[in-house]
């Protein structure tokens, strides 16, 4: 299984999405975790919690709808693995961010930025199943 090398786009987006934690932090006082906004908008606290987190998400999700409007293609997202390795995938994700009290770009992002010894532990935790699960699937499963 090849991955592409894309430097560029890698560190557009990562610049994007820090500076979306940024805006988000200094104009409304909230983290930006993926899975805490998602959460929250299922149960809001208010009308303007619900607004926010909507609104949000809405544009994460248009964000391929921008690109297609910007370069008149779609982005190419190959995932090659099957439906139930996906399935799977996303429940073991589930898992760790209930049990890790949040996601990667709540921990990652913000956590680390806010010097959290919880978000470290669990950006460690991350990366180090990730290092195992590559090094399973490529080395010893050999796909």
Do not use: K
Not at 32 to 41: E, N
Not at 69 to 81: E, F, H, I, S
Not at 127 to 139: E, G, K, N, P, Q
Request: charged residues 5%; hydrophobic residues 55%; contains cysteine.
């Amino acid at each position: 299984m090849e991955t592409a090398f894309t430097p560029l786009q890698s560190l557009g987006g990562g610049a994007l999405i820090g500076l979306a934690a940024v805006l988000l932090m200094g104009l409304h006082g909230r983290i930006f975790g993926a899975t805490g906004i998602l959460t929250g908008l299922i149960a809001p606290a208010s009308r303007s919690d619900f607004t926010w987190r909507a609104t949000l998400l809405a544009g994460m999700v248009s964000g391929p709808l921008l690109v297609l409007w910007l370069t008149g293609a779609m982005p190419v997202v190959d995932v090659p693995v099957s439906t139930t390795m996906l399935i799977v995938g996303g429940l073991l994700v589930g898992v760790g961010v209930t049990f890790s009290s949040g996601c990667t770009s709540g921990h990652g992002v913000c956590g680390l930025a806010r010097l959290s010894p919880r978000s470290a532990a669990s950006v460690l935790t991350f990366m180090a199943a990730t290092a195992a699960t590559v090094f399973i699937i490529r080395h010893v499963i050999g796909a």
